[in-house]
């Protein structure tokens, strides 16, 4: 029996959906013939669990994504969720014994303790079952972070297959997982508030990198002396054993950016929300992910399947990954699956008149709030999600559709996201203004019939890494990073065959992007463009 034979017999579903079965065969024939690495860009509907839950059932596997919303998904699908163990980070499970998270038990706090419930702890209780399974389910964080210090013996290792779901950036994902940032999130408070004041000037007055690092240095050292105070004591709080933690990874960060060539890290300071205050962080990030990939990411497993809707262009999807420095150029397979969907289903609608660049939005937002409105007007009684790119600017909008609207308008804060989201789902005849809920949520049927791209999702050229790389003449990371984010956003609503909604375009940069970055595009995405999106050659004005 060939591979591709006892792998469809593994398929988990009564039937298959169209493309299925045959892209099983030439993932399977690949893998036969010494194939190493299945690039699989796949639309929303062709049922990509499914299929890698049958190579998941050959191979002993790690099933990995970076949207938990996945795992929960494939957790809720009977036909799925018996071939998998689920394990997440510690911070997910309760302690037996007390009323918190188990990175924050007894265990963590009190020296010496020595768990006599151990094998009623509800987390490892799944890393065993974890170990013992053929097929592991869990989060991408969680296959960088396991086998680091923090998670404990035994490691869940090396296996035959990894399978990376929903992973178009998994380049982000490393460098975000490896940033070192001096941050209320990641240092405890009030080392963080020490340095506060100076990151603030920074940000208006900048810095040498020799100050910045600098200052590095000193928080370091400023970290081993609150750490020998933590670690004097007998037993922590919960509130000194969260700083604990914090200090392990922020020291494990720090030491990985002493060791990896600094010269290839940029520093820069972001605003982000903490407790409804906006404050500045700054970040210490590699340039790229994919030196640091090899490391932490690809010893997993000999063999790899990434799927995703928008991999775009695979050679730089495969550089920028890291995937090239472990694999051999002839041990990769694309594959372009087509949608399922009617493009009649998920029309893209150009309304835009200007553009909300930085230059041109003073003169343009009053005329696109008008847009804005229009829209609103036209589904009144339909849920509406708006794509603002930054809180600035959904700020902006906001202030000005609440004039008319009132309570019809929803936004968030970094902070209260998940409960934002959750109103905007149950309401009716709701205007949801997002930031950076491109991927990762799902809006089917009247959830959302209605999206609007009111800016188009530049990576922003104020954070350095971006800056450098466009003046190394990147213009097509930069271009394609851009677009995979709309593209990942006209995804959010149509869900099945039967369901529909609009996307609205109300930035016009939007359609010099679209022709700019055509050769890469998704033929499910690119026959649902309108012609101001088009090249001249393919139909355009
Ligand atoms: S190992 Fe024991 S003490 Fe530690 S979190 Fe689990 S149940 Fe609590």
Known sequence: MSLADEILRLFPKPTFRPYQEKTIKRMADHFETGGKVVLLEAPTGFGKSAVNTAFARYYNSFYATPQLALIDQIKADKDLAKYYAVIKGRENYKCYYEDVPVDLGPCARIKDFKCERFKLCPYWIAKLKALRSKAVLTSFAYILLEGMAGEGFPFLGRRDLLILDESHSIDRHIIEHVSVEVSPYSLPVKLYEKYRKEIERISKDGAKRTE?????????????????????????????????????????????????????????????????????????????????????????????????????????????????????????????????????????????????????????????????????????????????????????????????????????????????????????????????????IDLPYDQCRVQVLFKTPYPDIKDRRVAVRLNRGEYNWYYLETVKQAIQAYGRAVRAPDDRAVFYVVDGSFRWLCKRTWRWLPGWFKEVLPPTCRPKYEGGV
């Not at 030196?291 to 999807?317: G, Y």
């Open 212 to 440: 910045v690092f600098e200052m590095l240095d000193e928080i370091y050292m400023k970290t081993s002396e609150y750490y020998d105070q933590l670690t004097l004591f007998g037993e922590l709080t919960i509130s000194n054993a969260r700083d604990k933690k914090k200090i392990e990874r922020w020291r494990e960060n720090y030491n990985r950016f002493l060791s990896s060539g600094i010269e290839d890290w940029v520093w820069s300071v972001q605003w982000r929300w903490y407790k409804r205050e906006r404050i500045p962080v700054l970040v210490i990030q590699p340039i790229k992910g994919s030196e640091i990939a090899q490391h932490i990411l690809w010893w997993r497993a000999p063999r790899v399947i990434i799927s995703s809707a928008t991999i775009l262009d695979p050679n730089r999807f495969c550089d920028e990954s890291g995937i090239l420095r472990v694999f051999k150029p002839d041990e990769i397979l694309y594959l372009r699956v087509p949608s399922t969907f009617p493009p009649e289903n998920r029309p893209v609608i150009d309304v835009s008149e200007g553009r909300m660049s930085m230059e041109a939005r003073g003169e343009y937002f009053p005329r696109a709030v008008e847009i804005v409105r229009e829209i609103i007007e036209k589904h009144r009684y339909e849920n509406i999600l708006i794509h603002a790119h930054s809180y600035e600017l959904a700020e902006a909008l906001a202030r000005e559709l609440s004039k008319h609207y009132g309570g019809k308008i929803l936004t968030h804060t970094s902070e209260n996201r998940t409960d934002a989201l959750f109103e905007f789902k149950k309401g009716v005849g709701k205007v949801f203004i997002s930031v950076a809920f491109t991927e990762g």
